[in-house]
T-cell receptor, first 116, second 112 residues
Framework: NAGVTQTPKFQVLKTGQSMTLQCAQD?????MSWYRQDPGMGLRLIHY???????DQGEVPNGYNVSRSTTEDFPLRLLSAAPSQTSVYFC???????????????FGSGTRLTVV | GESVGLHLPTLSVQEGDNSIINCAYS??????FIWYKQESGKGPQFIID?????DKRQGQRVTVLLNKTVKHLSLQIAATQPGDSAVYFC???????????FGAGTRLAVHP
């Protein structure tokens, strides 16, 4: 049981490049989310999904796309990288439960992205 | 690890003392709350959660208190240990529980 796995752990991009951050979970969780964390700040929600085939925008969705073709995977795509997207990105997943997530969200170890 | 919480408020406590970390939330419709611990270079780690139909919930060495009247959440850590040193975040969600919104965080520094 690996939990939430994010790849890569580190990435440097040039402005304008595109890339996909991978996230996979093996806990059969319905809910998955992407967050970014900037120094001195909390986590900000980018996109989230309540199940396969369903995604929605969070607080800071601009410049990012997501898809959820399977329960296990929730990739985050940067369409045209900008220096403002330099950040640490976290993926998280949770059970849905009858009243929402139970036991909180399980987070991956993060991807540190630098855009130059 | 990355520089998480460079300018966060810091709570300094002596080892063995009790710690209280506070969080004010803004959305009166929020009905699910979580406390997370984040160590340098790692992802947030779940500590304890509470739903809005409760005022208090206890875990191992931790207690979460919820005051909906003043929209305030607190995390109490008993007998604080050096391993408790980290940044602590509260998070809230409402309605479908699928949008978890985080607060800014508090750094806990435990001194021997």
């Amino acid at each position: 049981n690996a939990g939430v796995t994010q790849t890569p752990k580190f990435q440097v991009l040039k402005t304008g490049q595109s890339m996909t951050l991978q996230c996979a979970q093996d806990m059969n969780h319905e809910y998955m989310s992407w967050y970014r964390q900037d120094p001195g700040m909390g986590l900000r929600l980018i996109h989230y999904s309540v199940g396969a085939g369903i995604t929605d925008q969070g607080e800071v969705p601009n410049g990012y796309n997501v898809s959820r073709s399977t329960t296990e995977d929730f990739p985050l795509r940067l369409l045209s990288a900008a220096p403002s997207q330099t950040s640490v990105y976290f993926c998280a997943s949770s059970y849905s439960g009858s009243q929402g997530p139970e036991g909180g969200y399980t987070f991956g170890s993060g991807t540190r992205l630098t855009v130059v | 690890g990355e520089s998480v919480g460079l300018h966060l408020p810091t709570l300094s406590v002596q080892e063995g003392d009790n710690s209280i970390i506070n969080c004010a939330y803004s959305n009166s419709a929020s009905d699910y709350f979580i406390w997370y611990k984040q160590e340098s270079g790692k992802g947030p780690q779940f500590i304890i959660d509470i739903r809005s139909n409760m005022d208090k919930r206890q875990g191992q060495r931790v207690t979460v208190l919820l005051n909906k009247t003043v929209k305030h959440l607190s995390l109490q850590i008993a007998a604080t240990q050096p391993g408790d040193s980290a940044v602590y975040f509260c998070a809230e969600s409402s309605g479908g529980y699928n949008k978890l919104i985080f607060g800014a965080g508090t750094r806990l520094a435990v001194h021997p």
